[in-house]
């Protein structure tokens, strides 16, 4: 694996042109959008970068877009890859291990998840504060990579509090609410049945969602700090009521895009 991360970054590099880019951007399902209002200098399609998996669920691009947001030089990935379209958690998770080999040190997440809290709405947008693991496979199982991070390593502060209450100052500043809670990640990809829903919401889950777990864990064992944000796109609080459907997903993932944006701007500003 070190070797496809040395390759892959090998060819990435010179796009960088010696400039130092700290930020990692994963743009989810829906908000992919938001690289249009990056200062865009690479858009590299996955496909013509050494070893990355291509993306093959609807409404992702599959770009690796290198530029500026928020002017901080930021390298987002518009599209990503999702453990159920049946990629290995290693392939899900090697962009990551790549933009951390090219200097990347601080990584956003954004996801679209199902709100389990009943007190979420449509719409809302949550700061991720800490998640539940429930995939199948880990992204860490097998023998460890010493020169990447440790075997055992922490995911106690997993998500920065620092980029937290920065996320909590800069959301108050610019008039944009935000819930905080827990992310409960799945493989899917079927939505939850209502049983389902009540189960993480039992577990202490606040929201769900088929993504940003492997990811975090591997930026974590890399030592990168982590940022994750959820739009809440459909609610779940009345069981008999659930019609949980992925265009609807994408429509409130596109509603919620220029608040997130606008936050995640904020938020790169202050950095
Ligand atoms: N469950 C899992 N993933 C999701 C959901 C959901 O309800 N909504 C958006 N992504």
């Given amino acids: 694996m070190l070797e496809k991360i040395k390759e892959s970054s090998r060819f ?3 796009f960088l042109k010696e400039k130092h880019y700290p930020i990692g951007i994963i743009l989810g399902s829906g908000l992919g959008n938001l690289g249009e209002l990056m200062n865009i200098e690479h858009a590299i399609p996955y496909v013509e970068i050494p070893h990355f998996p291509v993306s093959t669920v609807e409404g992702h691009q599959g770009r690796l877009l290198i530029g500026q947001f928020g002017n901080k030089n930021v390298i987002a990935m518009q599209g990503r890859f999702h453990y159920y379209e049946g990629y290995h958690m290693q392939e899900v998770t090697f962009p990551v291990r790549v933009m951390h080999a090219l200097g990347v040190n601080i990584l956003f997440v954004s996801n679209a998840a199902g709100g389990v809290n009943t007190s979420y709405q449509t719409g809302d947008l949550m700061i991720i504060r800490d998640h539940i693991n429930l995939f199948p496979e880990h992204p860490l199982r097998g023998k460890n990579i010493d020169e990447l991070g440790p075997r055992f390593p922490a995911m106690t502060d997993a998500y920065s509090l620092r980029l937290i209450q920065l996320a909590e100052k800069t959301g108050r500043q610019l008039d944009i609410p935000l819930r905080k809670g827990i992310y409960a990640g799945l493989q899917g ?5 209502p049983a389902e829903y009540n189960w993480i919401r039992v577990i202490g889950g606040d929201a769900v969602g088929m993504s ?3 990811e975090v864990i591997v930026a974590r064992h890399m030592d990168m700090e982590c940022f994750g944000i959820s739009v809440i796109t459909n609610s779940t609080a009345h069981a008999d009521s659930i019609k949980t459907n992925h265009k609807e997903v ?3 993932g596109n509603q919620a895009q220029p608040r997130l944006s606008e ?3 904020g938020m790169l500003q202050e950095l």
């Avoid at 990809?189 to 049945?193: I, K, N, Q, R, Y």
């Fill in 250 to 252: 994408q429509e409130i």
């Fill in 263 to 265: 936050l995640l701007k």
């Fill in 212 to 214: 940003t777990v492997p």
């Fill in 189 to 193: 990809p079927s939505f939850e049945t």
């Fill in 12 to 14: 990435l590099s010179p």
